[in-house]
C-alpha cells in the first residue's frame, strides 16, 4: 500500500513538472499602452479609433495553451476617434451608449488549431463577445507570446513574465445592435478590430 502511494505521489508529481505552472496574467497595463484599435472603411469616410481602458485576467499555461481561459474587458468609455462631434456621437444613445454600457467583454471558452513556435502559440480562440446588451459566441485567431522573466523590461523593478496577446477581426455592428442599417455610406457596417496587450504575471 505504502509502495502504491509513494508511485502515485511521484507520478502526480511527474505530471505536474511535463504540464508546467498555470500563471494567471493581469490586463491592467500600469504604463497604459494597452490598447484596442477599430476601423470602419464606408464608402465615402474612414473612421479610425482606439480605446485604452483595456483590463481583465487571462490564465495561461506555457506547456499547455490549450487549456487558455479568461476575460478581456475594454471600458468603453475610453474610445477615441479624432473628431470631438464625431466621438460624441459615438458615445450617445444611438450608438455605443456608453453611460449604460460601460464594458465591452471577450471572454475565452476554448481553443482549436493550437500551434506552437518557441515563445509564440497561435490558436483560434471561441468565447462570447458582448456589446452593449447583446452577447453572440464568435471564434478569432489570436497569437500569444510567452516573454519568461520579462516583466522587469516592461515595468522596471518588477519580476515576472509577461503575455502579449495579438488578434485581428471583424464584427458587424449590426449584430451588436449598434445603430443597424442607418448611415451606411458614411459607417460601415463591417468593423475591424485589432487587439495588442500585454499581461503580466509578477512574482516575488
Known sequence: MKKTILTLTAAAALIGSVCGETMTFDFKDPKG???ATFKLDAPLEAVNGSANGISGTIAFNPEDPSATSGKIVVDAKTLMVPNP???QH???????????????????????NVKQNGINTTADVTG???IKDVTKEITVPVKFTYLKDKLGQRV?????DLLVIRSNFTIKRADFGINPGQMEDKVSDEIELSLSVAGAAPRN
Open 128 to 130: 462570447t463577445l458582448k
Open 33 to 35: 499602452v494597452n490598447n
Open 85 to 87: 462631434m464625431m466621438k
Open 90 to 112: 459615438l458615445h450617445g444613445d444611438m450608438w455605443m451608449n456608453t453611460e449604460k454600457y460601460g464594458e465591452i467583454t471577450f471572454e475565452a471558452k476554448s481553443l482549436d
Open 156 to 160: 522596471p523593478n518588477m519580476k515576472g
